[in-house]
């Protein structure tokens, strides 16, 4: 069947799809060839050891993480609702996994980082006020962050809408003051050179002079 798939996108007179498909089938071989016994885990949920193929350093906190488990494997357990603390407690402490896990990733790209952005961001944000139960709920919107070698880092990007009662949407959640394809279409279009961000996003009309400019 991948023979198949591969054959009908190998024959495709549209460029971009053929162009896309053979990209997409070389990845899968590339993954496939992956040698697990190569392979460990820097932090619990990232590392990039599958695309570079040889041990570098483990880390000691997590040692005993089994091998194989997949290149990127997304966070859990950050929906807090209850007992949430705040520089003590179970936000800080997935906070603190969650940056070890950029932390390694960082380093486990070597010289590849250079020429490597991430980008970090959640489909839903926090309420701004504790609820009954010393947690946060559902809100609005929430923080992105960018690294990478290309990034203009060390500064906050974009407008901070503030805290204040009337400043809150709805009254109850950050204000959302940039949209989120914005950051990843000047991504998308700087980094990537895909200039069409209106095909990645449809609809989305952004002026590609209008971005953050985060991007070197």
Request: charged share 25%.
């Amino acid at each position: 069947m991948a023979s198949t798939f591969e054959a009908m996108y190998d024959h495709s007179v549209d460029a971009v799809l053929h162009g896309t498909g053979q990209e997409t089938f070389d990845a899968v071989k590339m993954l496939k060839a992956a040698d697990p016994s190569k392979y460990k885990l820097l932090g619990r949920g990232l590392s990039a050891r599958a695309f570079r193929g040889q041990s570098q350093t483990t880390c000691p906190a997590h040692q005993s993480e089994p091998r194989g488990a997949g290149c990127i494997r997304r966070h859990r357990r950050l929906d807090h609702h209850v007992h949430e603390g705040s520089t003590q407690g179970q936000i800080a402490n997935v906070l603190r996994e969650f940056s070890r896990s950029l932390s390694a990733l960082w380093i486990d790209l070597g010289d590849l980082a250079e020429d490597t952005v991430i980008v970090t961001m959640s489909e839903f944000g926090r309420t701004a006020r504790e609820n009954g139960n010393r947690g946060t709920d559902h809100g609005h919107a929430n923080v992105m962050f960018v690294m990478g070698g290309p990034v203009k880092g060390g500064k906050v990007y974009g407008r901070w809408p503030g805290l204040d009662q009337s400043q809150l949407y709805e009254g109850r959640d950050l204000a959302l003051t940039t949209d989120f394809r914005a950051v990843l279409g000047e991504a998308v279009s700087r980094h990537l050179g895909n200039t069409r961000v209106d095909q990645v996003f449809p609809g989305f009309d952004h002026p590609a002079g209008k971005f953050l400019a985060c991007l070197g």
